[in-house]
């Protein structure tokens, strides 16, 4: 009798998972279309703009990342609705689920974006910073040099 009630328990459950991570795979796939897409955005922006920087056309993905977003998120805030102030707690309408995929995918290429480029400046700072230490450490509080 126990080996049925569990059975019995635990097979909507099993029900339940499996529509769950069909769902969430459908939303892995998204957001790896997502990022595709602003990987190819910002390939074309890299071959269109040859003369420039590879970070700038980083920046330019940023900037139509943000015209879009705001446009999106105005569209749906103000015309799709529903109106998030009086209506705080419904599910996502399944614009706003894509819309969120679409900004997941360009967060991971952010992420990337700041390996690739902030990493080298950052150790850069670290090493001018180490080295400017190891130059006030020589320095007097009058500003002279040490004798050793």
């Not at 080996?3 to 969430?24: E, G, K, N």
């Not at 749906?76 to 309408?93: A, E, K, S």
Request: charged share 15%; glycine share 6%; hydrophobic share 40%.
């Amino acid at each position: 009798k126990t080996m049925t009630c569990l059975f019995r328990v635990s097979s909507p459950c099993v029900c339940f998972w499996f529509l769950y991570d069909r769902m969430s795979a459908a939303l892995c796939v998204q957001v790896l279309c997502s990022l595709c897409g602003w990987l190819s955005l910002y390939l074309s922006f890299c071959r269109l703009n040859k003369h420039r920087s590879y970070e700038w056309s980083c920046r330019l993905v940023t900037f139509t990342h943000g015209v879009l977003s705001i446009g999106l998120s105005a569209y749906i805030g103000f015309i799709d609705g529903p109106w998030p102030f009086t209506h705080p707690g419904l599910p996502n309408t399944p614009l706003q689920v894509h819309v969120l995929c679409l900004t997941l995918g360009y967060f991971i290429f952010d992420l990337g974006c700041i390996w690739r480029f902030a990493w080298k400046k950052s150790i850069k700072k670290y090493h001018a910073w180490r080295n400017r230490r190891g130059e006030d450490r020589q320095l007097k509080t009058n500003g002279h040099l040490k004798v050793h």
